[in-house]
């Protein structure tokens, strides 16, 4: 035995045998340890692949659950770390997704990448770790068609250093850059094909969807049927455009269009703009050949509540969704492919050359007399259009927009805001047809909700909340009406807080236990949730409902708002109410505004709430503002929109001309007629009105009353079959047919019956960034930026994880408890939990199929440095969702 200090009195021989001895003993250790996983990383350790594993045949992965995510196979450092731009010649250097950068600008760039790299990525080593069979890494190629490294390969992309990606299992050879490449084509393509037929079109302006659709006549043979929940105008405009998917299919696609209206009452069928005698569902020219109205007399008129969507960046910037898909390069080319970089800035006719008819510009030759007149009336007093369905009023206001700027107000003066994006995109685009597209690209078109938004970032400071502050969506919302709710009722009934707590055993126990479980605040919320949408949209405040005696209306209010402050947040609602707030306290703002947008315009009057009316009473009081609308029209009572608007309109504008449009251009004179005959009933008209139209009589409308909702649905499913076997080819029905339902439990059932029938069919109505697949494969892109929260790793684990829903829902359950006790972030705890070999809580299964989701995130990290296609990074994210993989299951059986 030797002493502590007897190893000074080794021979120089037996010193060198001990060193080399523990230097092999302390390479095996690392060995060793590269297998267990670094303590530094967030990840879990990734299996190791071995080459036998490579030869095993795929497994067959759908077993009537959902699938585990995939355990990539990097057996490379991080990226991260590895990080380098290698510098390009001609003082130019290329991001990892392909923008070229200038060198000033690439010097900043490569500080917030290693600032980026190393304050949220420098985590993420790659750790190989034994191989267990659950942990097979062949398997999960197998499973997985994502994009992953091969170090093996021999290909190299440029900048790669000998990387390349490729798809494991059977599909690898089928993904490589050439379908990146081919992905980011087609997307070029698809944005290409509108924009050429607006530019072919600038002769003749309002003509752009006849043209567009003789490119595209094709695609109508296997156009499928529309579903349609019957009444947000959003959708219907959704609908209308079915951008970008099928640019401008609609206007050919219908000619012979018919719409089915389900569990419709008179007065929404009068006032759904795709119904009688307003514009029709799935058309942008044809005239509704049939009209059929199926109705189910017990069904009640639950509220929708669908809010119109924040119009995103890139369409607010004039540039159609398909290009924003693309990265700044990609844009560029297309810009540069379709000439538009090179297009003529619009040249006004002079004056004099409008004196008589046959000199009229294009955009007034198209307008008939009462058209023109509001399009051209003075551009300094305030108009108001009041235009029956279908009677040319965006037509008009594209008119009085071009007069406005023939008279010389600068395209970035003119503000005009719509209720929809996808009719924002709209006008844009009939206005470029006219003008070329950088004269529209100055035009400030808008929602009220973005345009408030954007005004509510830009001034955060004064509204109490950071320029990042949250925005809640429907769901975030209801969550903080619960909360209010609760807080609420605990206030003005002083129930003990303790009955609530929803592990409680009182609460279990009492019977006012029984009356505050959760599921019962819920329910309560339900009521709160339209209170708090109306109050909002009326501009009430907490103190109104006080004076009016409604305590717990007020105290809901206040709890709901101070959540809101607390969170950092706003919901769609406060945009409007804190943009009014914001010009009536700080006279600088509505210096500044009115300065800006000197004219404004307003499209879909009858939709504006309160307090949009409020906002925009404000903005445009310098009186050069054009409103366009119909109070028959007005479908979004219950989301706070107030018709009488028209009316306040006149009370404040007393200097307004008014110009009334009566002469419908897109319906049968049946559905005129019959619109005509039942919106006499309305109670709330501003004004009767007399719609008319000259186009020819049609068939006539059928109305068909059903018991049930089911016998609803299958008397519409018949019909359109036996609609259908009367055509020349059955598919080509089905694109002129358009299903509106009141409720989404009704399209549901339409749905299943759809599919089981083999009918093709699209649904519209849920706006694309609610889905909740978009949601997801946000939150998995938000996780690789710096602010990503909880909240989008919670979302990524319930989406990912391979359990049933109850399992998925006790995992995420347990990681927010643990994230919770620790104070920890929800990644670091579910990083704590997953990594664990054995644990109290959950099996090894249940381990290592969390572990395979936080690899999975580490893979979308990696791929985000990686990867320089945009399209590539998507595909990547989005093959991870379990939906995808199981339509690919369901694509190769
Ligand atoms: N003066 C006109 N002469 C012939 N056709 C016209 C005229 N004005 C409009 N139209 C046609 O009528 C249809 C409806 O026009 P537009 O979309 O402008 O109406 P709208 O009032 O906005 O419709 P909606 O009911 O959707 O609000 C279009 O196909 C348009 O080409």
Redesign the pocket.
């Known amino acids: 035995m030797m002493s502590s200090g007897s190893s000074s009195k080794l021979s120089e021989q037996q010193q060198r045998r001990i060193t080399d001895n523990f230097r092999a003993a302390k390479a095996k250790l690392a060995q060793k340890r590269s297998h267990s996983g670094s303590p530094s990383s967030p990840f879990p350790p990734r299996p190791v692949v071995s080459s036998a594993s490579e030869n095993e045949p795929p497994v067959e992965f759908f077993h009537g659950g959902r699938c585990p995510p995939a355990s990539p196979s990097f057996r490379s450092s991080s990226p991260a770390k590895r990080m380098c731009i290698p510098a390009l010649p001609d003082r130019k250097e290329r991001t990892p997704l392909g923008i070229i950068l200038e060198n000033n600008v690439v010097q900043n760039f490569k500080s917030e990448v290693a600032h980026f790299s190393t304050t949220n990525c420098t985590d993420f080593n790659v750790v190989n770790s034994g191989k267990s069979s659950s942990d097979d890494p062949r398997k999960n190629q197998a499973l997985f068609p994502c994009p992953v490294l091969d170090v093996s390969s021999k290909r190299s992309l440029p900048g790669d250093r000998g990387y390349e990606f490729v798809l494991p299992g059977d599909i690898c050879e089928d993904f490589d850059e050439e379908i990146l490449r081919e992905l980011d084509d087609i997307c070029m393509r698809q944005t290409k094909c509108p924009i050429e037929a607006a530019a072919a079109s600038v002769e003749s302006p ?1 003509k752009l969807e006849s043209r567009a659709c003789s490119t595209d006549s094709h695609v109508s043979v296997l156009d499928p049927v529309v579903l349609h929940s019957g009444v947000p105008q959003d959708e219907l405009h959704d609908v209308k455009m079915r951008a970008p998917e099928r640019p401008a299919t609609l206007a050919c696609s219908t000619a012979s269009g018919s719409v089915c209206v389900s569990s419709s009452t008179p007065h929404h069928l009068a006032s759904a ?1 795709g119904g009688l005698g ?2 029709p569902v799935i058309t ?2 044809s005239t509704l050949d049939e009209l059929l109205v199926v109705g189910n007399e017990n069904l009640a008129n639950p509220m929708a509540t669908q809010y119109s969507t924040v119009e995103s960046s890139a369409t607010a910037e004039g540039i159609p969704p398909a290009i924003s898909m693309l990265n700044s390069s990609s844009a560029a080319a297309i810009s540069s492919t379709c000439g538009l970089s090179v297009a003529q800035p619009w040249i006004a006719p002079e004056s004099e050359e409008i004196d008589n008819e046959t000199e009229l510009p294009e955009y007034l030759k ?3 007399e009462t ?1 023109r007149e509001a399009a051209l009336s003075d551009t300094l007093k305030p108009l108001l259009i009041l ?1 029956g ?7 008009t206001m594209v008119a009085r927009l071009l007069t406005l700027l023939r008279e010389g107000v600068e395209a970035k003066s003119i503000l005009a805001m719509t209720f929809t994006t996808a009719a924002a995109t709209e006008m844009r685009q009939r206005v470029a047809v006219a003008t070329g597209k950088s004269v529209s690209k100055e035009l400030t078109i808008s929602t009220f909700h973005s345009f408030c938004l954007q005004l509510c970032r830009a001034h955060a400071d004064k509204l109490g909340r950071s320029t990042e502050f949250l925005v809640y969506g429907h769901g975030q919302q209801r969550r903080a009406v619960i909360e209010a709710t609760r807080l609420a009722t605990l206030d003005t009934q002083g129930v003990p807080s303790g009955f609530v707590e929803k592990d409680s055993s009182e609460a279990k126990e009492s019977e006012a236990g029984k009356d505050f479980c959760p599921a019962m605040w819920k329910e309560k919320a339900k009521k709160w949730q339209q209170f708090v949408t109306q109050a909002k949209a009326a501009g009430r405040t907490s103190l109104d409902y006080e004076k009016m005696g409604n305590a717990l209306g007020a105290a809901v209010l206040r709890h709901y708002e101070a959540t809101l402050a607390a969170c950092d947040a706003l919901d769609y609602h406060d945009f409007i109410s804190f943009a009014v707030s914001l010009l009536e306290k700080n006279s600088e703002v509505l210096n500044d505004c009115q300065k800006t947008w000197t004219c404004v315009l307003v499209d879909e009057f009858q939709d504006t709430s309160t307090m949009q009316y409020r906002f925009l009473r404000l903005l445009a009081s310098h009186n050069r503002v054009t409103i366009v609308g119909d109070d028959d029209q007005s479908i979004f009572s219950f989301n706070g929109a107030n018709a009488s608007g028209f009316d306040s309109f006149r009370r404040d504008f007393p200097m307004l001309k008014e110009v009334r449009l009566h002469q419908n ?2 319906s049968t004179r049946s559905i005129v007629e019959a619109a005509t005959s039942l919106i006499r009933y309305n109670k709330i008209r501003c004004q009767e009105k007399q719609a008319h139209t000259d186009n020819d009589i049609g068939e006539k409308i059928a109305v068909m009353e059903c018991r049930t909702e089911a016998a609803e649905c299958s008397f519409v499913v018949d019909s359109i079959l036996m609609n259908g076997s009367g055509q020349v080819s059955l598919d080509s029905a089905f694109g002129n047919i358009a299903v509106l339902y009141r409720r989404q439990v009704t399209g549901k059932l339409f749905q299943a019956a759809f599919r089981s029938r083999k009918i093709p069919f699209n649904v519209h109505g849920v706006a694309f960034y609610r889905k909740k697949i978009i949601k997801n494969v946000m939150s998995m892109l938000w996780t690789v930026l710096p602010g990503n929260t909880d909240i989008h790793w919670r979302r990524v684990l319930k989406a990912l994880y391979p359990g049933d829903k109850s399992e998925t829902k006790r995992v995420v359950e347990y990681v927010d408890k643990i994230a919770k006790a620790s104070k920890s972030s929800f990644r670091q705890a579910a990083q704590t939990i997953f990594s664990a070999k054995v644990s109290g809580t959950f099996s090894r299964k249940q381990l290592a199929l969390g572990r395979r989701v936080l690899t999975s995130l580490d893979m979308v990290h990696r791929l985000a440095h990686k990867e320089r296609s945009l399209s590539g990074l998507l595909t990547a994210v989005v093959n991870l969702l379990p939906q995808v993989r199981f339509m690919y299951l369901n694509c190769e059986r």
Request: net charge positive.
């Open positions: 309002f703009r307003g514009q942008g020219e198209k307008l008939n058209q235009a369905p279908g009677s040319g009023k965006t037509s251009y897109r």
